[in-house]
């Protein structure tokens, strides 16, 4: 049993050790030492970040379960390295999306094996369909700051945007038209929303077998629409069911991602990913059916936090999760008025 008070003298060696046995923990689902790689993770981020280790000391210093974690607001990837590694080793920076005058957060890699193969084995494990990906975005050689499109790669997907970042709607139709082989074709919810206002008076058909995959996203626009409705308004346009929609839930500062399929269904993940709902404000999880602040746990995190405190509303569903959508207007409270506190001293 990990006992919390190693000293980590190399942390690259030791980070590269980390990696080995959390990336073996990937690759077997039999394996059930999740708790301990969790806090033996955690333990090293606090010894390489003041962040986390402030944090973590108001809340708890030494947890004894993954649950007693205090998980990182995403707010802190805006103001402050948030690694556990020497700065001079940063490989590759992922950048949120953010609004016009926004401060982009900024999750940094060491490198991005674990990452990738989060993706792959996610999409393995979860029986996700073995088609072609079709991308209604563009390429990571264009946009190499996203960890979206950089996901889609890594799922060797088609991208169907170029440089110039405009979609071309009827040229994006015509290709649909002249495939015939099925195929997941994907994007976030707004490039959905343009693609099918664009052409309003085309249905677009996809070819039999094919799939939609939504990844959420209106961050940057005015547009808010029900899930509800979009997936009424995917069905009438492309002319499939809604069964055959899958939404992808994760975010820049993860390294792993949740998928549900259809409406009313729950957000799975892989065993190297954990979810808890929490009361506002506190450390205490709600009760089965109640709405909380979804927090997730990500071992493949290993070179940030492996807890994050998001700032989107959930139903809690056994140990998985409904998804309702952010809280625009939730005020930071608890953990996320610490947080905050913390935050401001490192700018």
Same mark, same amino acid.
């Given at each position: ?8 003298? =190399? +942390? ?20 059930? @030492? ?46 402050? =390295? ?11 920076? *992922? ?29 393995? =494990?979860? =029986? ?7 991308? #209604? ?17 890594? #799922? ?17 139709? $015509?290709? #649909?038209?002249? @495939? ?18 664009? #052409? ?22 005015? !547009? ?33 991602? *949740? ?24 450390? $205490? ?9 979804? $927090? ?20 809690? !569903?056994? $140990?998985? *999760? ?9 005020? +930071?409270?608890?953990?996320? !008025? ?10």
């Amino acid at each position: 049993m990990f006992n919390g008070q190693l000293a980590y003298k =190399n +942390p690259v060696k030791r980070y590269e050790e980390l990696r080995i046995r959390i990336e073996s923990f990937i690759d077997d689902e039999s394996k059930d @030492n999740f708790n301990d790689l969790i806090l033996e993770t955690h333990s090293f981020q606090k010894s390489k970040c003041q962040l986390i280790r402030n944090y973590a000391a108001t809340y708890c210093a030494n947890p004894k379960s993954w649950q007693e974690v205090a998980p990182i607001p995403t707010e802190a990837f805006k103001s402050t =390295n948030l690694i556990s590694f020497p700065e001079t080793r940063i490989s590759k920076t *992922f950048l949120t999306s953010g609004t016009t005058g926004d401060t982009r957060g900024k999750h940094h890699f060491i490198d991005t094996s674990i990452y990738e193969k989060s993706i792959l084995t996610s999409w393995k =494990n979860l =029986n996700l369909p073995n088609l072609p990906i079709v991308c #209604l975005s563009q390429s990571p050689a264009i946009n190499c700051q996203s960890s979206l499109i950089h996901m889609f790669g890594t #799922l060797n997907g088609k991208f169907l945007i170029g440089s110039s970042g405009q979609m071309d709607a009827v040229k994006i139709n $015509s290709f #649909l038209k002249n @495939n015939r082989r099925p195929f997941i074709l994907t994007g976030t919810a707004l490039a959905f929303l343009y693609l099918m206002e664009e #052409l309003i008076e085309i249905q677009l058909e996809l070819p039999k077998g094919s799939w939609i995959m939504e990844t959420g996203g209106y961050k940057g626009s005015n !547009r808010r629409i029900r899930k509800k409705d979009f997936y009424s308004m995917i069905r009438n346009n492309f002319n499939l069911p809604e069964e055959r929609i899958i939404n992808e839930y994760s975010m820049t500062e993860l390294s792993s991602q *949740f998928y549900s399929r259809g409406l009313n269904s729950t957000h799975k993940s892989t065993h190297w990913l954990k979810a808890r709902v929490l009361k506002p404000g506190t450390k $205490s999880e709600v009760e089965d059916g109640e709405r909380g602040i979804l $927090s997730i746990y990500d071992l493949a995190n290993l070179g940030s936090s492996i807890g994050i405190m998001t700032g989107d509303i959930a139903i809690k !569903r056994g $140990s998985e *999760f409904e998804l309702i959508g952010r809280n625009e207007n939730l005020e +930071p409270r608890g953990c996320s !008025r610490t947080a905050e506190t913390y935050l401001s001293s490192h700018n």
